[in-house]
């Protein structure tokens, strides 16, 4: 008991769940003070919703869970490196636009490989995307989150104009659905869980999210990109590349963010189509408070997203309480705000872990 | 002796032959479009200067503020949503508008405190508790407008009645009576007086010294018996008064209601900022840069207007009015609406190698490390 109470993550695990505590008891303030009649039973839909359907319901939570994970460990990943990738939203919409462009157009492409090939462009549009704003870091010092801030609102007006050039349907005002070659495979996924909405893109994910990890913690390539993060100039002095390692990390982070644009999109039924309005593709914000929750660790963004995927599930279930979704947004931003006290809480977390320390007695010191 | 050329060239003087420039290029371009856009120009440029000025208090100070965006949203939502339930009330129009404007410049420095507690007295990163303010004040606006609402949407509406069609003699005054005196905003000028007082309280005077101190050394002006908490909390909450006051004098003039967006103006608050090297004076003409860019996509028409009268002139420079205005005929509304943040990436890219930005920002200040 001793051993997993001195460790520094369960020092950090415990404070994020002190952050979550928080938020939630901010989120059921405002409900009370909005609807005091309704709050209770819009909190607890808020908290049961992804078990109360069954099977169903846990595999409403990862459909949900496949995109926040991604670009969650987008984010993470760029967080690991020093870097913060504010910009994934416009990554993950170009992202979005290559996979969709080429599930619609690239009729050429045999069926059972369409989907990885309308998967790898999601990765390149992300990337291409991130390139700009990499290239100005690593040799302009330019500040990556008000360059990726500037290429979301390029982003925004460019998948406009770019869906309304190529695979608009002008009846629907929105894009052309793409063929059933390049949705993602189910993997028998939706036999399991009874939900025919979900798709291989939780695989995809976990996976992604596997890789991540490894690359981080166990290559040297991984090791180099963190030590430029952690300090740019010891890490050159060291004769580390450091403006190639910053543009490394940031591509790596836009093509995760462009792979998640490419799981949104791609999916079973009568799908996602890429809509033609000005408004920037909200994934990118949640997947910075997946990543902060997850403590930008890449196996902690896996539960932090299956965590967010959770509270998302109950979306339907709250507007029979009379409350709108953005609940649920509030929630989500005053977790990420407390778990900005990361540090505070740690310290508290560290008194109480003393305290059952003593009560523990010495035997075990 | 005769000095040599360069000597004439200082900033200052290439700055004042730019604007002389400038107002004779105007003034040759005598027509009510081009009038028109330029005031639709200052419309944004003042709150945008505003909400950088903001973010200069907060920065100076050391403490990295990218919750503008957020501060400002939350500002204007309660001014608007406070200008909505007073305009029934019969109070005197001009009257409801300063009051509007303080209403939303008070929630702002109270949102604002949220983020001085998270960065000052946590010492928790800026950036994330930032971020989160900046989704917290989105989510807010829409839940709470929505919950508000009767008809289920975000939008809370108001009726302009604040337009004033001119100052008697001060509308006289050749072009700048034409855009600044004619058919505005008193708040708009209320914005440009303020964001003066801004800059002297800032650069001119003891306590801005002292601020400008805590953003470059904290420990060094800590040493000199500066109270670096208090600062930094005095000058973010400056920072929230400001965008939120900025907020509501860019919802005004520009719309009827408020959507719970303020056009992403926070984050190109911060971009002025940056590329006007955190200085008052280049923060503002940035600000119009960034003003005019904003409202091209809006004053296109007008653009074109003037061209099209312009092309009926004869002389030597035509054809490039009709090239101009063929131009702008054809050119794709999206581009022209991607211009402001091209010409930041741009401008970023040209600017921020030799940055001077200030030294601490971003970095919590803690006395035990000294």
């Given at each position: 008991m001793m051993k997993f109470l001195k460790l520094e993550s369960s020092e950090k695990i415990i404070s994020t769940f002190i952050s979550i505590l928080a938020g939630m008891l901010f989120g059921l303030i405002i409900m009370l003070i909005v609807n005091p009649s309704m709050a209770f039973g819009g909190f607890s839909a808020i908290l049961l919703a992804g078990v109360s359907d069954g099977m169903y319901g846990f595999g409403e939570v990862l459909f949900n869970a496949a995109p926040l994970i991604l670009t969650g460990l987008a984010i993470a990943f760029a967080f690991k490196t020093?870097?913060?990738?504010?910009?994934a939203s416009g990554q993950l919409m170009i992202g979005a636009f290559m996979a969709v462009w080429i599930g619609v157009t690239w009729t050429w492409v045999p069926a059972p490989i369409h989907w990885i090939v309308a998967i790898l462009g999601g990765i390149f549009g992300g990337m291409v995307w991130v390139l700009i704003p990499a290239l100005l870091k690593a040799y302009r010092n330019v500040h990556e989150v008000v360059s990726t801030i500037m290429m979301n609102y390029i982003a925004m007006y460019a998948s406009k104009m770019l869906i309304e050039a190529t695979i608009y349907d002008s009846v629907r005002q929105e894009s052309n659905s793409v063929l059933n070659g390049a949705r993602i495979p189910t993997f028998f996924l939706d036999r399991i869980f009874d939900n025919p909405r979900l798709n291989g893109g939780i695989l995809i994910a976990i996976l992604t999210g596997a890789i991540i990890y490894i690359v981080l913690e166990k290559t040297t390539f991984g090791f180099q990109l963190k030590a430029v993060g952690f300090n740019r100039d010891a890490a050159k002095y060291a004769g580390i590349n450091d403006k190639k390692n910053i543009v490394y990390s940031l591509l790596i982070s836009g093509g995760i963010a462009g792979l998640a644009g490419a799981v949104i999109y791609?999916?079973?039924?009568t799908g996602m189509r890429l809509e033609t309005t000005y408004v920037i593709n909200g994934y990118g914000f949640q997947g910075i408070a997946v990543a902060l929750l997850g403590m930008s660790n890449p196996i902690g963004t896996i539960f932090s997203g299956l965590f967010l995927g959770y509270i998302e599930a109950s979306n339907q279930e709250l507007q029979s309480w009379d409350?709108?979704?953005e609940i649920i947004d509030i929630i989500t931003a005053s977790i990420i705000y407390f778990s900005a006290f990361t540090l505070y809480f740690q310290k508290y977390a560290r008194k109480i872990i003393s305290k059952i320390g003593k009560k523990d007695g010495e035997t075990n010191a | 002796m005769v000095k040599p050329m360069r000597n004439y060239l200082t900033r200052k003087n290439v700055t004042i032959g730019i604007f002389a420039i400038l107002y004779v290029l105007i003034a040759l371009w005598n027509n009510s479009s081009f009038y028109d856009l330029l005031r639709w120009t200052l419309f944004s440029t003042i709150p945008l200067a505003m909400v950088a000025m903001a973010g200069l208090y907060s920065e100076r100070s050391g403490v990295v503020n990218i919750a503008l965006e957020g501060i400002m949203m939350f500002g204007a939502f309660v001014g608007i949503l406070s200008l909505n339930n007073l305009q029934?009330?019969?109070?005197?129009g001009q009257f409801v508008l300063f009051l509007v404007v303080i209403i939303g410049g008070i929630a702002g420095l109270l949102f604002s405190l949220l983020h001085s507690y998270a960065s000052i007295t946590m010492k928790s990163n800026q950036v994330i508790s930032g971020t989160a303010l900046n989704l917290l004040a989105l989510a807010l606006a829409i839940f709470v407008g929505r919950a508000l609402s009767t008809s289920g949407t975000e939008e809370i509406t108001f009726t302009d009645r604040f337009r004033i069609d001119g100052i008697p003699l001060l509308k006289d005054i050749p072009v700048l009576g034409d855009i600044l005196f004619t058919k505005f905003y008193l708040i708009s000028l209320l914005g440009l007086v303020i964001f003066g007082i801004a800059a002297i309280v800032a650069y001119k005077t003891r306590f801005g010294l002292r601020l400008r101190a805590c953003g470059e050394n904290p420990h060094a002006a800590d040493a000199a018996g500066i109270n670096v908490y208090k600062t930094r909390y005095f000058a973010v909450s400056i920072s929230g008064l400001l965008a939120g006051m900025g907020g509501v004098i860019l919802i005004i003039p520009s719309s009827t209601?408020?959507?719970?967006?303020?056009?992403?103006y926070g984050f190109l608050a911060l971009a002025v900022l940056i590329s006007g090297q955190w200085k008052p004076a280049r923060v503002l003409v940035f600000s119009f840069l960034f003003g005019f860019l904003m409202n091209l996509s809006n004053g296109i028409s007008m653009v074109q207007n003037a061209f099209n009268n312009l092309r009926a002139n004869e002389g030597f420079m035509q054809s490039f009015y009709e090239g101009m205005y063929a131009f702008f005929r054809h050119l794709p509304r999206d581009i022209i609406s991607m211009l402001p943040f091209l010409v930041t990436l741009l401008l970023l890219g040209l600017t921020s190698k030799n940055s001077q930005g200030p030294k601490a920002a971003g970095e919590p200040y803690d006395q035990g490390k000294r």
């Open positions: 020093g870097l913060f990738n504010i910009g791609l999916v079973p039924g409350f709108k979704r | 029934g009330s019969g109070m005197d209601s408020f959507k719970a967006s303020v056009y992403g």
